[in-house]
């Protein structure tokens, strides 16, 4: 009797799970306008970031860059290729996974089918979380609806996929309740191994995510210190590691790469002022930003219409379903808190209030902020930590306290506020026809495939000349929007796309500042193919630069925002490009000061591009020295050439030094064992040793 009355709860328990997943498509299929196969081969977004993340999934796809190892992108940074080591991506797995899915369903099916992925998974995790806490059956549906269709993860969209995969926070918050459950603290028990590889995961996604779970478990340790519960902190200890070891695993190319290489100032963290802009504000997670609701105009009338500072203010908000959770969660916690009654507070009641003094406007993240830890920019974002505290705290509370025939009721109507306030209003809302990202994909793969036919593996100049990754616009070309070509073309190299503060591109300046004239006569000497415009570059649209480059080039392709030029490559040896890394405050080299120029860092590089088929002879010399006694090594790539001993207030001359220089990107790299120090005389810069007569010559 008791194995058929168990074999029917499972069997009940995979009913509900099927349901939920039909559901989640369906609905999500509906949202999103997603009813034929057309639909899903066209992208849900086409701009801003999601053009970084539909080109990090082409770069798996195609099978350019792998998933553990050294990131180097053969089709970007023509005619060389691109550096992608320096640029943090903990979330590899999601891209690597959908870049495998894409070579059997196409790329942006594969997006689309990743943002589905975001939806589902957090719904299903949700669910479980719930079934684990025995929540009545109809509550958990219902609430594992309500947070697969947040207002945040929708919100998110593709452009923060990273961010919207929030699937394993409900997991991580039971998790937390196991942390100071004395029979989960058994080494060898199931929940201890679940809690581990869970905590694993986790490493490998969003460290804002990651980090704010450390932190929690960070305080579990402290209070079984503080209570001299020793033994119990091996499991938290444990799982930080494990998070930990996950993080390294996922970051391990960019770590030691700048280990290798050095650290590349360029990628050092965020300002202190974006750590105000994008930090929490309660009111952000009370108002409906959007939506088309009644409660949209009015929590524009009341918040949004008034408000001064606006970062992401779009995302916190909870909804209805999150709010009425939030009245449950503060009233039930807080009265017990007050009666004294601690052993009645959900310990997530401290999670939360601890998420509000972290993230909010002026709080905890930015006290780090000014002690030099900026990399928690937008912890707005750590809202979604509340959501999913205050909802399954409700739900659980309710299915203590209420008949099964009110949590039907109840159910009903959570899943009625999602369909009012998240889902209808997408529903209803008809996509414009003709769809306006298919038109903009159709055009740029027709100018891409003009210049491909006549340029088959061609190499591609790009103007305005754009750093990567982030910039800011260049008049109306936002961040990433070179990559647009990239996205749609099959075998073109384009010159956009290595990470800066390495050299590798900024020769590319010094070609925008040209004359037409010189530009292609430079540009054709370097071996490429074309030269594209982006008129969105422009306060001109480029008219200026167009007429110019008429002259002395015909036009290959054009459409609404592109213009190609045709060039002819003459495959002429040609003089190497030095550049020492200067176009940021914190590259590895102060400006050039007419006599000399001074290294910020304890070793820095001075990147020689060669442009030439061959390998060329150089010979190469110069003075340096240094702020104190050191000493130094001289490489060129990974040959060293000399140690020196410097002493205080002398030159030591280096070289000549016959040299070869690779095509491609070579350097001369100078290692001292020194740390930068405060130069004095009013100079506040920390330098480390300076050098001057900087040539690179011919061999005799």
């Not at 995510?209 to 929690?216: G, H």
């Not at 007050?338 to 003094?357: E, P, T």
């Not at 780090?368 to 959501?387: D, E, K, Y």
């Not at 001109?540 to 392709?557: H, T």
Request: with cysteine.
């Amino acid at each position: 009797m008791q194995i058929k009355r168990k074999l029917n709860s499972n069997l009940s328990y995979f009913g509900q799970f099927i349901a939920l997943i039909a559901s989640i498509v369906l609905l999500f299929c509906l949202c999103y306008h997603l009813t034929n196969f057309n639909a899903w081969n066209v992208p849900l977004g086409y701009g801003g970031d999601l053009w970084l993340v539909l080109t990090i999934i082409k770069a798996y796809m195609i099978g350019d860059i792998p998933l553990f190892g050294f990131k180097f992108v053969s089709l970007l940074n023509a005619p060389a290729i691109a550096n992608w080591n320096d640029y943090p991506i903990t979330e590899d797995l999601i891209f690597y996974g959908t870049g495998q899915i894409a070579k059997l369903i196409g790329l942006y099916a594969a997006t689309n089918f990743l943002l589905l992925m975001s939806h589902m998974l957090a719904g299903i995790s949700f669910w479980l979380v719930c079934k684990y806490y025995k929540v009545n059956a109809f509550l958990a549906f219902s609430g594992a609806l309500a947070f697969a269709f947040s207002h945040f993860i929708f919100i998110r969209g593709l452009g923060h996929i990273v961010v919207g995969f929030c699937w394993h926070i409900p997991m991580l918050l039971m998790i937390l309740e196991w942390v100071y459950n004395k029979k989960v603290t058994q080494l060898l028990s199931s929940k201890f191994y679940l809690a581990g590889l869970i905590s694993l995961t986790a490493g490998m996604l969003n460290p804002y995510y990651s980090i704010m779970y450390c932190q929690f478990l960070l305080f579990a340790i402290i209070y079984f210190c503080v209570n001299k519960k020793f033994i119990y902190i091996r499991f938290p200890i444990t799982l930080i590691s494990l998070t930990a070891l996950g993080f390294l695993l996922a970051n391990s190319d960019t770590l030691l790469y700048a280990y290798i290489n050095g650290s590349n100032q360029a990628f050092s963290g965020r300002n202190l002022a974006s750590l105000e802009l994008y930090a929490l504000k309660i009111p952000d997670m009370l108002f409906a930003p959007g939506g088309g609701t009644w409660f949209t105009e009015f929590s524009k009338w009341v918040y949004y219409d008034r408000a001064y500072v606006k970062g992401e203010y779009w995302s916190p908000y909870l909804g209805f379903f999150g709010l009425f959770s939030l009245f449950v969660f503060i009233s039930i916690n807080s009265f017990e808190a007050l009666r004294g009654k601690f052993v009645n507070v959900s310990v997530h009641y401290w999670h939360a209030i601890w998420v509000l003094l972290f993230s909010i406007v002026g709080g905890v993240n930015l006290l780090f902020g000014t002690a030099g830890f900026t990399f928690l920019r937008a912890t707005n974002r750590l809202s979604i930590f509340i959501l999913a505290i205050i909802t399954i705290f409700t739900l659980r509370y309710l299915t203590k306290h209420i008949s099964n025939r009110t949590a039907i009721i109840i159910a009903i109507i959570i899943s009625y506020a999602v369909w009012f306030e998240q889902l209808a209003p997408r529903i209803k809302a008809n996509p414009p026809v003709p769809n306006a990202i298919e038109k903009m994909i159709a055009s740029d793969k027709k100018f891409i495939n003009e210049i491909e036919a006549s340029n088959p593996n061609g190499k591609i100049f790009m103007l305005p000349v754009m750093q990567f990754p982030e910039v800011g616009p260049i008049n109306k070309m936002g961040d990433y929007e070179p990559l647009r070509l990239y996205i749609n073309s099959n075998n073109l190299h384009y010159s956009y796309g290595s990470n800066k503060g390495r050299g590798d591109s900024e020769w590319q300046l010094d070609i925008e500042n040209l004359s037409p004239e010189e530009m292609v006569e430079k540009l054709q000497i370097y071996r490429f193919d074309a030269i594209v415009i982006n008129r969105k570059g422009y306060e001109d649209k480029g008219d200026l630069l167009i007429s110019g480059l008429e002259e002395y080039s015909n036009i290959l392709a054009e459409s609404e925002d592109y213009i190609a030029f045709q060039l002819k490559p003459s495959y002429e040896d040609s003089e190497p490009i030095i550049s020492f890394t200067k176009n940021n405050v914190s590259s590895s080299w102060s400006t050039d000061e007419i006599t000399h120029r001074w290294a910020r860092k304890s070793m820095a590089d001075i990147a020689i591009t060669s442009f030439n088929k061959n390998i060329i002879k150089k010979t190469v010399s110069f003075e340096i020295f240094s702020l104190v006694e050191s000493e130094v090594q001289i490489y060129n790539n990974k040959q060293l050439l000399k140690t020196i001993n410097i002493p205080v207030g002398e030159r030591i001359e280096f070289g000549p030094v016959d040299i070869d220089v690779l095509p491609g990107k070579n350097y001369i790299r100078i290692k001292s064992n020194r740390w930068p120090r405060r130069a004095g005389n009013g100079d506040l810069r920390r330098l480390t040793f300076g050098i001057s007569n900087f040539n690179l010559l011919n061999v005799n």
